[in-house]
């Protein structure tokens, strides 16, 4: 059985939170998380919803950082477009 590091104990991530979602970027781990709104469980401990975890690594292994940086632009591009347009994002 392979033992995986546990590395989002070891640094706290950046972290962008909206009612919609969290997003967390722990750049030691080079790691970015997309998640669903924390939430609280019956014992008011407070719980992180659905993630996806994406290794940035595997970006420069497959050589898609120019592909994931045109990305990124676009995505901001479009974020600032609605609050430009009064959007709810």
């Known amino acids: 059985m392979k033992i995986y590091e546990k590395w989002f104990e070891n640094e706290q991530p950046v972290t962008i939170e909206t009612k919609s979602g969290v997003i967390r970027f722990y750049p030691q781990a080079k790691r970015l998380q997309i998640s669903r709104p924390d939430y609280f469980n019956a014992e008011g401990e407070r719980l992180i919803g659905k993630t996806v975890t ?36």
């Open 54 to 89: 994406i290794s940035l690594q595997s970006f420069a292994d497959s050589g898609k950082v120019d592909e994931l940086a045109n990305m990124f632009e676009t995505v901001v591009a479009c974020a600032r477009e609605c609050t430009q347009s009064g959007a709810d994002i």
